[in-house]
């Protein structure tokens, strides 16, 4: 899923443009990455219906 932030003050476009004032720790990375359950959570587009 991706978020798509939306805003028309000047401040929050800045401040949603501004993504790389982070870091993640391994133990972040881990916890992020033990929730792949290889699993599709939306139709197969393969097998989808247009």
């Known amino acids: 899923m991706v978020t798509i932030p939306k ?3 000047e401040q929050r476009i800045v401040d949603n443009a501004n993504i790389y004032d982070f870091v993640l720790s391994e133990e ?3 916890a ?3 929730l ?3 699993e599709r959570v ?3 587009p393969d097998n989808f219906n247009f």
Request: hydrophobic fraction near 20%; charged fraction near 25%; charge should be neutral.
């Open 28 to 30: 972040d990375m881990h």
């Open 36 to 38: 792949n359950k290889n």
């Open 32 to 34: 992020i990455n033990s």
């Open 42 to 44: 939306g139709p197969d």
């Open 7 to 9: 805003s028309v003050k």
